[in-house]
């Protein structure tokens, strides 16, 4: 089945510092990716998504490139912010329903 | 541990017709639940946050009187899609937060909602 692999945390870093949180997938023919963050009491919301091999979804600063060929959608960000701290899910979608990876916490330091 | 479900897994109703949605957490108690809608291969939506023994959150653009939700006890969430039309179908989606782990958020396996 489906499954989906991030790296897990917590991952600390100071602010501005450069951001890269790794995520692989397996699944079966071509699955739509996304990346969701959550803060704190809060429900899930979409930071970004890619739906076809090659894509490269954008948001907030925060990008991921669709690699069918390494199976990857790796979460980066060139500068991050105090504010940035959250937990970040990868996901991904064949049809009904998503497959999410156990999530990473990043903490960052002022 | 930390297990969701959802009550049933896939239903047809006409149109017209309510249907309840069930969400369970089954081995932990649940501050918070969350209920989603999505489209195959689309992002989850959400849809509502709701707090045992208070009323629910609605997202913007989401009807209150359309999707009643309500969150009894620490581990029953249910929402009811009254009037059901034809663009309800979807697949909804709960989840709990409430577990072990404070940021932790566990997913229930979904309903499929076919309106006719």
């Known amino acids: 089945g489906d499954s989906v692999t991030q790296m897990e945390g917590p991952v600390t870093l100071s602010e501005e510092a450069f951001l890269t949180i790794n995520c692989t997938y397996t699944a079966t023919g071509y699955p739509s990716l996304f990346w969701y963050v959550q803060y704190p009491g809060e429900g899930l919301q979409l930071l970004l998504k890619a739906t076809k091999a090659d894509d490269k979804g954008s948001n907030k600063g925060f990008e991921a490139t669709y690699r069918k060929e390494t199976t990857s959608f790796h979460l980066e960000k060139g500068s991050v912010q105090v504010s940035d701290s959250a937990v970040y899910f990868c996901?991904?979608?064949?049809?009904?329903?998503?497959?999410f990876g156990k999530g990473t916490h990043l903490i960052i330091q002022p | 541990g930390a297990v969701v479900s959802q009550h049933p897994s896939w239903v047809i109703c006409k149109s017209g017709t309510s249907v309840k949605i069930e969400c369970r957490s089954l081995?932990?108690?649940?501050?918070?639940m969350f209920w989603y809608r999505q489209f195959p291969k689309q992002s989850l939506m959400l849809m509502a946050t709701?707090?045992?023994?208070?009323?629910?959150?609605?997202e913007q653009g989401v009807e209150k009187d359309k999707f009643l939700i309500n969150h009894a006890s620490l581990t029953l969430s249910t929402l009811t899609v009254t009037s059901a039309h034809p663009e309800d179908s979807s697949f909804y989606i709960c989840?709990?937060?409430?577990?072990?782990?404070?940021?932790?958020?566990?997913f229930g396996p979904g309903t499929r909602l076919t309106v006719t």
């Open positions: 709701s707090n045992e023994g208070s009323k629910a959150t609605y």
């Open positions: 081995d932990f108690q649940a501050t918070t």
């Open positions: 989840s709990a937060t409430g577990g072990s782990i404070p940021y932790e958020q566990y």
């Open positions: 996901a991904l979608s064949g049809g009904d329903g998503l497959t």
